[in-house]
């Protein structure tokens, strides 16, 4: 007695079994590139996609192509020529500087005491100088000179 052990092909899709199936990377822009030619996928897809996912690219008998990742058909346009790459708007492009006023401190003169200290081998050196503002310009005068020179042959910071 001869039984049918055939399945039955209900539940099957025979257009995306019998297909030519090749493997491709998404893009960052959401691009796919199958023979020369550059596919965007949509924005509203049946499933979450990300960049570097790998989705199939089945070409049919009929010569028609769809795109699938997880048993889920994706939806697609063609592009008719390769997409451009955004241009990067560097940071410092976007930066603005600031010029400060004409009566900005910074523009002004120091009127007053400054102390410096210089360090040279094993002497410290503070210098204090004192700044008048003249008719004929800013008259810098040194008040004070102190060397201290130390013993053990470094000096503590």
Not at 101 to 114: A, C, E
């Given at each position: 007695?001869?039984?049918?052990?055939?399945?039955?092909?209900?539940?099957?899709?025979?257009?995306?079994?019998?297909?030519?199936?090749?493997?491709?990377?998404?893009?960052?822009?959401?691009?796919?590139?199958?023979?020369n030619a550059w596919f965007q996928l949509l924005p509203k897809q049946p499933t979450i996609l990300h960049p570097k996912d790998r989705i199939v690219v089945n070409e049919h008998l009929d010569g028609t192509i769809t795109f699938t990742i997880r048993q889920c058909v994706l939806n697609f346009q063609m592009l008719s020529e390769k997409p451009q790459k955004a241009i990067p708007v560097r940071p410092s492009a976007l930066?603005?500087?600031?010029?400060?006023?004409?009566?900005?401190?910074?523009?002004?003169?120091?009127?007053?005491?400054?102390?410096?200290?210089?360090?040279?081998?094993?002497?410290?050196?503070?210098?204090e100088f004192t700044s008048t503002k003249t008719s004929s310009g800013l008259r810098i005068e040194t008040i004070r000179k102190t060397s201290v020179r130390h013993s053990m042959g470094r000096v503590p910071v």
């Open positions: 007695m001869a039984t049918d052990l055939h399945r039955t092909i209900n539940g099957f899709n025979l257009d995306l079994i019998l297909c030519v199936k090749e493997e491709r990377l998404l893009g960052y822009d959401f691009t796919v590139r199958y023979h930066r603005t500087y600031s010029i400060p006023s004409f009566d900005h401190p910074w523009r002004k003169p120091f009127l007053g005491d400054i102390s410096i200290f210089f360090l040279t081998g094993h002497v410290r050196i503070y210098v």
